[in-house]
């Protein structure tokens, strides 16, 4: 197991909603050994103007996703993480239901993390990857 801290996705659902993620409707569904598993609606607060799934929100997704997993892997005492940098390709477009990210790891260093996030629609489709990479730094006393 690479975490730190296991939280259930109950417990990592249960958090204040002054932010993008519960704006969003993200729900964390899965926390696995090495992976971490979230869905979002794509719905009139998920859409761009086409009517279909706005490729920042798919973004906002894997951030998400990348950086609760980066929080899960540090001594927060110690540590916090932010995001460094983020990238997404969007592979096909998503009109309606549910997406789900799923979260793995590609480098889990002692000064940055480095995760992969597959979105994939409600047939089981992948509508978007991204790498997000989070910076670790001490903090401050």
């Known amino acids: ?56 929100a798919s973004v906002v997704l894997a951030e998400t996703l990348g ?4 929080y899960m892997c540090i001594d927060p005492g ?4 932010v995001g460094l940098e983020v990238n997404a390709n969007h592979l096909r477009p998503v009109k309606s239901g549910l997406v789900t ?10 000064k940055t993390h480095v995760w992969e996030i597959k979105i994939y629609n409600d047939r089981g489709k992948m509508s978007c990857i991204s790498r ?7 903090n401050k006393p």
């Open 67 to 70: 950086s609760v997993a980066s």
């Open 1 to 56: 197991m690479i975490w730190f801290t296991e939280f259930s996705p109950e417990q990592l659902n249960d958090r204040p909603s002054n932010h993008m993620g519960a704006f969003l409707d993200i729900k964390f569904t899965e926390v696995g050994e090495d992976s971490l598993t979230a869905t979002m609606p794509v719905d009139e607060r998920t859409h761009q103007p086409a009517g279909i799934l706005h490729g920042g």
């Open 101 to 110: 990210g799923v979260c793995k790891p590609l480098h889990i260093g002692a």
């Open 78 to 81: 110690k540590y916090q993480a």
């Open 132 to 138: 997000l990479t989070v910076a670790v730094i001490n």
